[in-house]
């Protein structure tokens, strides 16, 4: 009985362990997106590498850090290139610009974006949702907006006091309960991450549905006050909430809204998935593997799926699948 067992339990294990893969030719990934099959990557080069899920293998890498034709620069926030498929075409945001790809590699064209637009992503093909930074005397906001294709027509659809004031730059909030939002098919999904309300909005007809979810937020700890303070070199005014925001962020595909909430106990992390009307469908607690205390190893959900890239050796980075 015992041979019978162990013999199911190594069954399991390489059944699980099949699922993963090295990724070859690459260097330290900053962010992964999965679209049926393929897997694209933007790595530390600021370079794109697109892999066949089924044969493991790289199919095509193009871009280099520059500012010609097809190159990208990371933004003036710090913030690196940032990836989105959409359809069967590859949208790289870099320092105000947004490059589209064939997903062979092939370069179509550079979009001029306006400065301090972040985190561009299309509606449908007449329209992107983003957000950008503004700075006043009282704080500095984020604000989302809905815009045209060409980036004229802009309509602000949310405001959200930011943590840090850049006028104040030794007084910072912690724990910013900011907007955070996604699209798929036409319709964006949009949180104010401090309580559980999520709108679903339809990206022609402007209609807003929205739900609540009964949710109990986590409290802050002396211990999460510790850890927060030790990321900053300088001494800085810290002021604390009484309680994280009860979502961290959000993601969608074809059948799943996947939240991603501000509960977790040691590497294990609360993730609530609702279908696109608001209906609960699992609670899970998956495991995410950490790089360090502060930072996660990229990973995304797709299709019931939890994707991470994770560093095995010295220079060696593994796609682990969790199926869920």
């Known amino acids: 009985m015992k041979k019978i067992l162990l013999i199911a339990l190594l069954s399991i294990c390489s059944l699980i362990s099949a699922k993963n893969f090295v990724l070859k030719d690459l260097v330290y990934p900053k962010e992964l997106v999965i679209k049926d099959n393929l897997l694209f990557i933007n790595d530390h080069e600021e370079r794109v590498k697109v892999y066949d899920l089924k044969t493991k293998k790289l199919l095509s890498e193009f871009g280099k850090s520059g500012e010609g034709p097809g190159e990208f620069l990371g933004s003036r926030f710090g913030k690196s290139i940032s990836l989105r498929v959409v359809n069967s075409k590859i949208l790289v945001e ?25 985190n561009v992503m299309p509606i449908n093909q007449n329209s992107y949702i983003l957000e950008k930074m503004e700075v006043g005397k009282k704080g500095t ?22 943590g840090i004031n850049f006028l104040k730059p030794n007084e910072i909030n912690a724990f910013s309960n900011l907007i955070s939002f996604d699209t798929y098919g036409g319709k964006i999904f949009l949180v104010d991450t401090e309580e559980f309300e999520i709108k679903i909005i339809d990206g022609k007809t402007k209609k807003i549905n929205k739900f609540k979810h009964p949710y109990k937020r986590r409290k802050v700890s002396s211990k999460d006050k510790k850890e927060f303070a030790n990321r900053f070199k300088k001494k800085k005014k810290i002021i604390y909430p009484d309680y994280f925001p009860a979502i961290k962020n959000i993601m969608c595909d074809k059948d799943n809204l996947y939240v991603i909430t501000n509960k977790k106990e040691g590497i294990k992390q609360e993730i609530l998935v609702f279908n696109h009307k608001g209906k609960l469908k699992k609670e899970l607690s998956l495991k995410l593997e950490q790089e360090d205390k502060k930072h996660i ?25 969790t199926d869920f």
């Open 94 to 118: 870099s320092n105000e610009r947004l490059s589209i790809f064939k997903f062979n590699g092939e370069y179509i064209k550079d979009i001029k974006l306006p400065m301090g637009f972040l």
């Open 141 to 162: 906001y984020q604000l989302v907006i809905i815009t045209d294709k060409k980036f004229k027509k802009q309509v602000e659809i949310a405001k959200k006091k930011f």
């Open 297 to 321: 190893y990229p990973y995304t959900l797709y299709n019931s799926k939890l994707y991470q890239i994770v560093e095995k050796d010295e220079d060696t980075w593994e796609l682990q699948i």
